[in-house]
Nanobody, 125 residues
Framework: VQLQASGGGLVQAEDSLRLSCAAS????????MGWFRQAPGKEREFVSA????????YYADSVKGRFTISRDDAKNTMYLQMDNLKPEDTAVYFC???????????????????WGQGTLVTVSS
């Protein structure tokens, strides 16, 4: 399976963006999915995850209440709706698929085995 992230761009503070992550190839069984981000000079950090069923979601404290993760398995696509963006949200955003079908979501990036190429989000003040 391959993941393709898109939707990044340059926006002003308090604006919104929606990122998409399209899966192609042998998407097969359901997997938990996640979004991570990496700001310049910093390590890649967890942003949000969604369970394979779509019933459960989890967010980093820094984005809770502002970001919403969702998935549309009919379209093999995951989304990250980002509202009230802040300059500190500036980063390259990566989508990833968790290792192991029908297993619980996790915040640990080491548990994700397939990664998209990243899409840059820049928020100006």
């Amino acid at each position: 399976v391959q993941l393709q992230a898109s939707g990044g761009g340059l926006v002003q503070a308090e604006d919104s963006l929606r990122l998409s992550c399209a899966a192609s190839g042998r998407t097969g069984s359901s997997h938990a999915m996640g979004w991570f981000r990496q700001a310049p000079g910093k390590e890649r950090e967890f942003v949000s995850a969604i369970s394979w069923s779509g019933f459960y979601t989890y967010y980093a404290d820094s984005v809770k209440g502002r970001f919403t993760i969702s998935r549309d398995d009919a379209k093999n696509t995951m989304y990250l709706q980002m509202d009230n963006l802040k300059p500190e949200d500036t980063a390259v955003y990566f989508c990833a698929r968790k290792r192991g079908a029908r297993t619980e979501l996790t915040l640990n990036r080491g548990d994700y085995d397939v990664w998209g190429q990243g899409t840059l989000v820049t928020v100006s003040s």
